[in-house]
Structures are given as C-alpha cells and as structure tokens.
T-cell receptor, first 115, second 116 residues
Framework: AQKVTQAQTEISVVEKEDVTLDCVYETRDTTYYLFWYKQPPSGELVFLIRRNSFDEQNEISGRYSWNFQKSTSSFNFTITASQVVDSAVYFCALSDNIGNEKLTFGTGTRLTIIP | GAVVSQHPSWVICKSGTSVKIECRSLDFQATTMFWYRQFPKQSLMLMATSNEGSKATYEQGVEKDKFLINHASLTLSTLTVTSAHPEDSSFYIC????????????FGPGTRLTVT
C-alpha cells in the first residue's frame, strides 16, 4: 500500500524567511510519481510539480525548489524568501504508474507567512 | 493550462434530498476523472474513479448507491449524493486526467455541500 507522510502539520514563518516542507513516502512500486499541490484558502488545488521516480534531479522554479532523495524516500519542498501569498495548505501526493494512477495524498502542511 | 470547472461551487440542501455536482474539463477531453472529499482541515480522500462510458470504481468504504457517479461524455462527470444527511456535508473536489501525460491531474475548484 502507498503512504505519504507530512509530519509538519502547521508551520509559521516570518515573511522573507526560507521554509522547507517535508514529505516522506512509502511504495513498493519501482515506477511512481510524486507531486506537490498548493491549496489556498479558496480551496482550489494548484498543481506545483510532478516528478517521476527515475528523475532524481532537483528542480528549481523561481522561489520554489524540490529535493528528491530516493535513498530516504523523501521529496521535500523549499520556498525561498517567503511571501504572504505563499500562505496555504501544501499537499504532497504519490501515484503509481499502472491502472488508473490514483493519487494518495499526505495530510498536508498548513503554512502561514507572517508579514 | 488545463481547466476543470465544478458546478455548483456551494450548495445547501435539506436532509433526505439529493444533490448533483458537475465536473467539466473545459479545454481537453478526459477519459478518467476522480472524485475526492475533504473534511475541514483534513486531506483529500479519493472516493471513486470515473471512466467515460463505464461504471465508476469506488474506493473501499464508499457507498456506490449513495454516491452515484456518471461519466457520460469525455468532458463531463457527475456526482449525485442521494438522500443526503448532515454527515455528508463536506468539500467535494473532482479532478480530470490529461490524456497522454503520466497522471497529470487538474483539479476543479471544489463544491462545498452543507446538509441541514
């Protein structure tokens, strides 16, 4: 069975600080996909990134960066120079590569950026 | 990017009535759509996978006779909550999978259901 753990329930940081959201996953599949989604107060999930299990390169997109470590089954997300608009709930998710490719979500991390 | 809409965005209904929620992929065809529910301050739980032209696949513990799913076209899936009760009050979110790309799902804005 697949499982995604986001141990940090809530995080608060002061604006402009860097913050890292942790994600640890479990799967028996050799091919799988990892995702991060942002859910602002409006409720709509915003897709941030998808990474397949064969691509361990770290990725940077503006102030966002992702660190995929297969050896520790982690896919952490860092926001640099945080802004108030980054305040949201962030979900890490995992899917397999067969069948309907269902997403298994972590419990989410509520990030609050204090101005 | 791909756009998924849901209608209505919120609905209040009386206990015992049925409510239909629509999920549409606006600029792409989706053979597969997913329905999730999310309780306040909790994660998304997959309810069912909806495949165009065939019966939905429900997750364990989800009553298929209570949550009727119809995926009649490549751009529309509907979720009907039958004989709603207050415990069905939740945030219902659909997603549609982009064809050809490995599990790239785009989510609708969600529907907040309140059963009184």
């Amino acid at each position: 069975a697949q499982k995604v753990t986001q141990a940090q329930t809530e995080i608060s940081v002061v604006e402009k600080e860097d913050v890292t959201l942790d994600c640890v996953y479990e799967t028996r599949d050799t091919t799988y996909y990892l995702f991060w989604y942002k859910q602002p107060p409006s409720g709509e999930l915003v897709f941030l990134i998808r990474r397949n299990s064969f691509d361990e390169q770290n990725e940077i997109s503006g102030r966002y960066s992702w660190n995929f470590q297969k050896s520790t089954s982690s896919f952490n997300f860092t926001i640099t120079a945080s802004q108030v608009v980054d305040s949201a709930v962030y979900f890490c998710a995992l899917s397999d590569n067969i069948g309907n490719e269902k997403l298994t979500f972590g419990t989410g991390t509520r990030l609050t950026i204090i101005p | 990017g791909a756009v998924v809409s849901q209608h209505p965005s919120w609905v209040i209904c009386k206990s015992g009535t049925s409510v239909k929620i629509e999920c549409r992929s606006l600029d792409f065809q989706a053979t597969t759509m997913f329905w999730y529910r999310q309780f306040p301050k909790q994660s998304l739980m997959l309810m069912a996978t909806s495949n165009e032209g065939s019966k939905a696949t429900y997750e364990q513990g989800v009553e298929k006779d209570k949550f009727l799913i119809n995926h009649a076209s490549l751009t529309l899936s509907t979720l009907t909550v039958t004989s709603a009760h207050p415990e069905d009050s939740s945030f219902y979110i659909c997603s549609a999978r982009l064809p050809g790309l490995a599990n790239e799902q785009y989510f609708g804005p969600g529907t907040r259901l309140t059963v009184t």
